[in-house]
Nanobody, 123 residues
Framework: QVQLVESGGGLVQAGGSLRLSCAAS????????VGWFRQAPGQEREFVAA????????DYLDSVKGRFTISRDNAKNTVYLQMNSLTSEDTAVYYC????????????????WGQGTQVTVSS
């Protein structure tokens, strides 16, 4: 059973940056596609970014393209989400997820989920 733990969230001013980490235990993260989703208060959880297990191709929500970068460090069994030029619209709880996803933006394609980390952007 893979366990995922997110970290790196916090309070940041608009225009600032944060790097989220998703550390895995109980399994090798490199065999899975890994995604980041977020949920703002009163809204549904939405896809943010993902990276495939093979080849490392990535996909992003349109509104974060050019600002967010997903990457993986297989030696550390960790996936990162570098977030730059943050705005108040990015405020949400960010969740890491892993699985043999064929559709990177579909929550149902993922098997394992972390507990989430809060990101708050002040304007």
């Amino acid at each position: 059973q893979v366990q995922l733990v997110e970290s790196g969230g916090g309070l940041v001013q608009a225009g600032g940056s944060l790097r989220l980490s998703c550390a895995a235990s109980g399994g090798t993260l490199s065999i899975y596609s890994v995604g980041w989703f977020r949920q703002a208060p009163g809204q549904e959880r939405e896809f943010v970014a993902a990276i495939r297990h093979s080849g490392g191709s990535t996909d992003y929500l349109d509104s974060v393209k050019g600002r967010f970068t997903i990457s993986r460090d297989n030696a550390k069994n960790t996936v990162y989400l570098q977030m730059n030029s943050l705005t108040s619209e990015d405020t949400a709880v960010y969740y890491c997820t892993a699985g043999f996803a064929t559709r990177l933006s579909k929550q149902s394609d993922y098997a394992y989920w972390g507990q989430g980390t809060q990101v708050t952007v002040s304007s």
